[in-house]
């Protein structure tokens, strides 16, 4: 009998650099309440959405990416050449194939990259974090670039009450890299596809197209939600996953010191601090308020913002976990860059 050969790599994985990209366009609840029937004060307080940004003609996916990625890279050390593989995590790319992270692999200027696109929603970068992670320590990939990015504008309905003022567009990106001491802890991760209809696109795309029985839609097919059950099983449920990351890692709260949650919801986001009893001294994200819900954006754009205004610093430990569409979750704890 043959011996595959296999392959071994670095003893651990860590992140050696976020980067993040908003779209210039901050828009306030003034301008989306109208078509919505709704209001600036009803908003923040279901929501704790201030502004959003929307994405203006010229920042694709692409160009979003690529611009989050270059910082994530001058930050991390690392020239576009030594990245060996792009995993983009998005639900907003909106050709079906082939996969946007080739593109932006090659804009970068990586050495043909492998690259794939990932879609698990709002838990998207968390999964990519994970791999990452596996494909550094197995050797598959020395340096990954991972990156949640999100035009959801493109597939939201302004009209829509539950989901119009929720969902924005955004991109971040971290490397991923060997690293000698562990950076990258144990991910928890699951779905729930009993959930399934709980957040999906309205239509698939052959009831827009239509077919000689059955006249099309013709028209976009749209993000819903059932906001309602996804708060509860967000505010429950995850806080639970959230507490399984921190044990497979060996971090005890008080050791904890950022607490980065997918921006879903400002009350989402305190329902799971409290029910994780997080100590005054954790940090937690709170990005939403000003950048509204990038979905797989929203890990990265957060724990870039608290890097940036200092509540999270190198070294620090930060717990991430994001959940969403699916329903899909990932958690792990990481080393701030
Ligand atoms: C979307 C969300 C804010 C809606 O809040 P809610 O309390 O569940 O709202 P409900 O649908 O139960 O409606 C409550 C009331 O608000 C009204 N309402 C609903 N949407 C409204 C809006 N956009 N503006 C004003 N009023 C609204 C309803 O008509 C209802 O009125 P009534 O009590 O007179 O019947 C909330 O469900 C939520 O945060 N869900 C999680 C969403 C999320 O973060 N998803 C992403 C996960 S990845």
Redesign the pocket.
């Known amino acids: 009998m043959t011996t595959i050969t296999t392959t071994t790599g670095a003893p651990h994985a860590a992140i050696l650099g976020i980067g993040a990209y908003r779209p210039v366009r901050v828009v306030p609840n003034a301008d989306v309440?109208e078509a919505?029937?709704?209001?600036d004060e009803?908003?923040q307080q279901?929501?704790g959405i201030k502004t959003r940004r929307w994405a203006g003609p010229e920042e694709s996916v692409q160009m979003m990416s690529v611009e989050a990625s270059r910082i994530a890279l001058e930050r991390a050390g690392i020239d576009a050449g030594q990245i060996d593989c792009v995993v983009v995590a998005t639900v907003s790319h909106l050709l079906q194939t082939p996969a946007v992270a080739t593109a932006i692999a090659h804009e970068l200027g990586t050495n043909q990259a492998a690259a794939f696109d990932i879609s698990a929603?709002?838990s998207g970068f968390c999964h990519g974090i994970s791999l990452a992670s596996d494909f550094v320590r197995a050797g598959s990939a020395r340096h990954v670039l991972v990156i949640g990015v999100e035009r959801l504008t493109d597939i939201l309905d302004l009209t829509d009450?539950?989901?119009?003022?929720?969902f924005a567009d955004g991109a971040g990106a971290a490397v991923v890299g060997p690293s000698d001491t562990p950076g990258i802890g144990p991910v928890v991760w699951g779905s729930d596809g009993e959930q399934f209809d709980l957040?999906r696109q309205r239509e698939d795309w052959r009831d827009v197209v239509g077919s000689p029985e059955v006249p099309g839609s013709g028209v976009m097919p749209h993000l819903v939600?059932q906001?309602?059950p996804?708060?509860r099983w967000?505010s429950f449920a995850m806080a639970k996953i959230g507490q399984q990351a921190l044990d497979s890692a060996g971090i005890g709260l008080d050791e904890l010191d950022v607490f980065v949650p997918?921006q879903?919801?400002m009350?989402?986001i305190d329902a799971m601090a409290r029910s994780m009893k997080l100590p005054d001294t954790v940090k937690i994200a709170r990005d939403v308020a000003d950048q509204g819900?990038t979905?797989a954006a929203s890990v990265p754009l957060a724990l870039d913002r608290m890097i940036a205004e200092g509540e999270a610093r190198s070294g620090d430990t930060a717990l991430l976990i994001a959940?969403?569409?699916g329903l899909s979750y990932a958690a792990q704890v990481v080393t701030v860059p």
């Open positions: 309440v919505i029937d709704s209001s009803w908003i279901r929501s929603a709002c009450r539950g989901t119009a003022f929720i957040i939600m906001g309602n996804v708060f967000a997918h879903a919801n009350r989402i819900n979905s959940f969403g569409a």
